[in-house]
Nanobody, 127 residues
Framework: QVQLVESGGGSVQTGGSLTLSCAKF????????MGWFRHAPGKEREGVAA????????YYADSVQGRFTVSEASAETSLYLQMISLKPEDTAMYYC????????????????????WGQGTQVTVSS
């Protein structure tokens, strides 16, 4: 079993920065693909960043490309999402997700492929 615990959310003004953390507990082989998703009220859940933790390939949604960076701690114990130039439309609950499957690029933002989810951390960006 894998447990994921997010932290680092908060409230910032437009243009501000935040770094989210996702602590991983469990077998490393169960987290070969990991992703960050967000869910805002009235909107569908959206995958924003993903990483193949075996080779380090990263993927980003168009809406966050160039502003968000996903990375993994060298000890493979945590996943991070560095967010800069935040906008009000980035306001959402952010979730960390993992699966033991190495997902192809076309599948990394499909939530149904992920087996493990954290409880979420709220990000609020005010104008």
């Amino acid at each position: 079993q894998v447990q994921l615990v997010e932290s680092g959310g908060g409230s910032v003004q437009t243009g501000g920065s935040l770094t989210l953390s996702c602590a991983k507990f469990g077998p490393i082989y169960s987290t070969n693909s990991m992703g960050w998703f967000r869910h805002a009220p009235g909107k569908e859940r959206e995958g924003v960043a993903a990483i193949d933790t075996v080779v380090g390939d990263t993927y980003y949604a168009d809406s966050v490309q160039g502003r968000f960076t996903v990375s993994e701690a060298s000890a493979e114990t945590s996943l991070y999402l560095q967010m800069i130039s935040l906008k009000p439309e980035d306001t959402a609950m952010y979730y960390c997700a993992a699966t033991g499957v190495r997902l192809p690029p076309g599948a990394v933002f499909a939530a149904r492929h992920y087996n493990y989810w954290g409880q979420g951390t709220q990000v609020t960006v005010s104008s």
